[in-house]
């Protein structure tokens, strides 16, 4: 298997930091903004993206504005694929009526999982808004969605795989692909 | 994992992963909006030859917040009172679609019955059968304890935990199921009952055998667990009458009065208020009897997530 980085370690902490400004731009300040990551390593890259915007934004407090949404019960694929155990789900708020969820993803392929995340969402209520941010897109998209926030357009072949690795998860970091 | 039949199904492991799924699941029930996707399209049904309430409706309330489509069976008012075999039944059924069967039979091993049979590919989930096992009841009440008990671990097992297992044990399928999995999940058991309601081999499933509850309480437990006395399956050689039962192994007021503060009092339902409990325990803020039934609806999204959502590459 021939393996190839695409982003290293740099790469990938100055394109969360981006992220963050960007999305801080985009919502005009740090207000009524949630950012939800998509277990499992969307979960640690949200929480990187906050603790980014804190670090500009004092104001903006991580504890109330970042959590998680497991996706499992809500793919299209349950009957089909055997599934990944479920995680636990968590939203710091109760009324999510005048908030911004950024959903935070590693990689954007099919669009599946964003499906799914929106289907899980709208479970919990009706946000004013909701945004994507991925750290790799890496195109075919199977389903009419799009990111808000890229780390990095990746165009790929189907039969690559892309791997992200995080030190949180896998103990190093970097984006590969391999073919 | 095809069906759940028994305790005996589920390793250790299994047991705990259906718990933490549980607790996912116990989240739902707490939203605005009760509903998960994940059974869309699938259809159970519940197969109910013997009376019931909570199981009944917990099952069709777990199935459809997932979003399966739900058909209630029981035999009264059906075929079965014009004769119509558990087989024909089954196939039925079958027929028609059902893809979980979820059984309570009044005879112990009928639902294996139909599990070992090639009547039907549904899976199966015993839902009580005879004297035999009850199985989501015991997961519902390890949940509960899980949640109740303080010092567990809230994602593992029930390791240095006491339990007390009070009344009819000869014909209680939940103390059956309760006894195998309690003593899975690493906790200490002890059983009292009057010696005619012991069965002869329960050396193999208990640390302690009581015969006398005052005697058995002098000793601290973390749990008492009561047992509905079951007189649809007795005659009066068991016990000569009821206010002697409740005399000797009741949880009246004053040996409820004498349990630590912290002693959980559990009891599966429906309650004899006043023969095995009081209402004083029963109603008192040391009792789960409530949280019992909450769990119990959450215990089976998770068995029937795992069964019908998870498991069906393997079949």
């Known amino acids: ?179 | 994992m095809k069906h759940l039949l028994s305790i005996n199904d589920l390793s250790k492991e299994a047991a705990i992963e259906l718990l933490n799924l549980a607790v996912e699941m116990q989240q739902v029930n707490t939203r605005d909006i009760k509903k998960l996707p994940a059974l869309t399209g699938r259809t159970v049904a519940n197969l109910f030859f013997e009376d019931s309430t909570r199981t009944r409706i917990s099952f069709e309330l777990a199935a459809r917040r997932l979003s399966a489509d739900v058909i209630n069976f029981s035999a009264k008012g059906s075929s079965v009172s014009k004769g119509e075999s558990l087989k024909d039944t089954v196939q039925t059924l079958e027929a028609m679609g059902v893809e979980a069967l979820i059984v309570r039979h009044n005879h112990s091993g009928a639902v294996n019955t139909i599990a070992n049979s090639d009547w039907s590919k549904a899976v199966v989930i015993n839902a009580g059968d005879g004297t035999h096992e009850h199985p989501t009841q015991a997961l519902l009440d390890s949940l509960t304890i899980r949640q109740r008990v303080s010092g567990l671990d809230n994602k593992g097992d029930l390791s240095g935990l006491s339990v007390l297992v009070v009344g009819d044990i000869l014909h209680s399928r939940v103390a059956r199921s309760n006894l195998f999995l309690l003593r899975k999940l690493g906790a200490t058991l002890a059983v009292c009952a009057p010696s005619t309601l012991i069965p002869s081999t329960i050396a193999n499933y208990c640390d302690e055998v009581y015969f006398d509850f005052d005697e058995a309480l002098s000793n601290r437990f973390d749990v008492v667990m009561m047992l509905r006395i079951q007189s649809e399956r007795m005659n009066s050689a068991f016990m000569p009458n009821s206010s002697e039962y409740s005399f000797g192994w009741g949880l009246g007021d004053s040996r409820f009065s004498k349990l630590t503060k912290n002693t959980l009092v559990m009891h599966p339902g429906p309650m004899n208020r006043g023969l095995e409990i009081s209402s004083k325990a029963a109603d008192s803020n040391q009792s789960a009897i409530l949280d019992q039934v909450t769990n119990g609806v959450a215990v089976r999204m998770a068995v029937l997530y795992k069964l019908l959502a998870q498991e069906k590459k393997n079949d």
């Open chain 1, 1 to 179: 298997m021939v393996a190839r980085t695409v982003l290293d370690a740099q790469d990938i902490d100055r394109a969360i930091v981006r992220i963050s400004h960007e999305i801080v731009e985009s919502n005009h300040g740090t207000e009524n903004l949630l950012l939800l990551g998509i277990p499992t390593r969307g979960v640690y890259l949200a929480e990187r993206i906050a603790y980014s915007i804190q670090k500009n934004y004092p104001e903006f407090k991580q504890e109330t504005s970042v959590g998680r949404l497991d996706v499992t019960m809500f793919r299209d694929d349950l009957a089909s694929n055997p599934t990944k155990a479920v995680t636990a789900t968590n939203i710091p708020t109760n009324d999510l009526s005048e908030i911004t969820v950024v959903l935070v993803d590693d990689v954007l392929f099919s669009g599946r999982t964003v499906r799914a995340a929106l289907d899980a969402l709208v479970s919990y209520g009706r946000p004013k808004a909701v945004r994507l941010a991925v750290l790799v897109d890496r195109g075919h998209r199977e389903l009419p969605i799009r990111a808000d926030f890229v780390g990095k357009n990746l165009p790929t072949s189907t039969h690559e795989r892309i791997s992200v690795r995080l030190s949180e998860s896998d103990g190093e970091q970097g984006v590969v692909i391999e073919q």
